[in-house]
């Protein structure tokens, strides 16, 4: 897919996610107002949509309607903004910037940020529990692929040991460990939802989306990693430096900065070798791959 | 039903539901132990189950066996148990004392108990998706009321409703409207999920279970103004007195404490009439509506 292909497919994607997040969430008018402009404001304010268009992308690698991944693309990102807004709160990362915009404690108060973040969380599954283009056996599936991605045993696990290791001296097992938690599982999630609306995917194919997913999610953080050492604070819209500020082990921090932008490549590379078993309709999955470790923010 | 039989009726539904929750819930050895520790603490403290109670004796009302609504049961606690930890927040309710122990960011920290809550969202949905004793298309209309009532709209819309409510002087309107939605909602989908794994009830059935659970819920929170008046700390397991304290609008304030009594003891007499469409199996509903009004914790 050509550079302006992908810049193409890209925007398709978010403005398609904006609009079906913006017809799924209630309005400021509909009581309680203040909650709802809170849940607003933390989600339709930009970001890069990563998960809805990876879970588009791989709906595109599997021959399926982007109408049928639509729900679950929303609840990605409805699971994804909740999350941003409890990890910003102060008894958590405590940041104050966001999308370069005040994080939502900021913008209306703390009482309401967890509010928002919790009704966000709840929205997620009310819209898959509710998605028409999908019959219940794929809904039911669905949920339990997003909520095992997104509990305990996943993001808001690995967001708990993310908070355990602050101070502590974590080697490379470690951090991986957190990561393949805190962002690896909504990443995963992303691709492996849409195989799940695709009943004539091959095992073969599934495995292959998933490895495809885990490569690109630890590939993701570790470019992460690298704009909180390399990226200034108007670019990436969040305050850069905070890793060290916070003195968290990270990828730059334990390999060196050139291993980990090398680290990343080669995830990639693998990322890209394991959609060898599908043709051109996974261009958009191999491009996403090569803008992870590409993007300035 | 004697008062001895629904003693045991009581007793055998609380121990069935920590008993289905201790399954569910991840244990303390398995990572992040801290989290699955604290979400454990919030859960299995203790604590009168009324919601799962409710959905038991439902499920009975309904001729339903009580293994069909297990899952739904331990759901409504995790939602009501993940609640409770987010409301006792310093940012929310600020408060110390739950069920007779710490609340959890006390025995815990702040972001342990944020994203224990969290996670016990997730859970709640993740065990519903996965319920066996339903067919797919009961799972995912459990998982919509379940969310419906606790989410912006339900539950967590009441309590965003409570929190702007503080120093703001309400009429009884306003009053009924917070705890329609903060405690209300989710009781009355303790008796709709039951319900809805009923496949034979008549529309005027499932109307009567709804009205019924719609009184008791405002029965419920009526009693619990009251018990905060009139209770001591040590019985009623938090700390009583902190509604004058949060100046916040309450039943007997309105009221008075007589007629609050009063309309408590009205609203249960009007659950038992819309109980008539049913026969005796109903009766472990017919005494806990009687046991609101009567409880002393």
């Known amino acids: 897919m050509s550079e302006y292909a992908f810049a193409t497919f890209l925007h398709a994607c978010q403005a398609r996610v904006e609009h079906v997040l913006d017809t799924h969430l209630p309005t400021n008018d509909q009581p309680p107002g203040q909650l709802h402009a809170a849940m607003r404001y933390a989600v339709l304010g930009g970001g890069k949509r990563l998960r809805p268009t990876l879970a588009y992308a791989a709906a595109h690698a599997c021959s399926i309607p982007l109408e049928q991944i639509d729900t679950a693309a929303t609840a990605l990102e409805l699971i994804h903004a909740y999350s941003l807004i409890h990890d910003d709160l102060p008894a958590m990362d405590d940041d104050d910037l966001r999308r370069g915009r005040p994080t939502c404690h900021k913008a209306f108060n703390e009482a309401t940020a967890i509010l928002a973040g919790d009704a966000l969380q709840t929205l997620a599954f009310y819209v898959l529990a509710q998605d028409k283009m999908n019959p219940p056996a794929v809904r039911v599936r669905l949920i339990e692929q997003l909520a095992h991605a997104s509990g305990s045993l996943g993001m808001v696990g690995g967001q708990a040991l993310d908070l355990a290791s602050e101070g502590v001296e974590l080697d490379l097992v470690m951090l991986e460990n957190i990561h393949i938690h805190k962002t690896g599982a909504l990443i995963r999630a992303s691709v492996n939802m849409a195989a799940t609306t695709a009943p004539h995917l091959s095992i073969e194919q599934r495995t292959a989306l ?21 990226g200034e604070t108007a670019i990436i819209g969040k305050r850069s430096g905070q890793d060290i500020a916070h003195q968290k082990a990270t990828y730059p921090a334990l390999l060196g900065v050139k291993p980990a932008h090398e680290a990343a490549a080669n995830l990639v590379n693998e990322a890209l070798a394991s959609l060898r078993l599908f043709d051109d309709n996974a261009d958009a999955l191999r491009n996403i791959a090569e803008y992870i470790i590409k993007r300035d923010h």
């Open 210 to 230: 998933d490895h495809y997913a885990k490569c690109i999610g630890l590939a993701f953080q570790i470019q992460d990693d690298l704009l909180d050492v390399e």
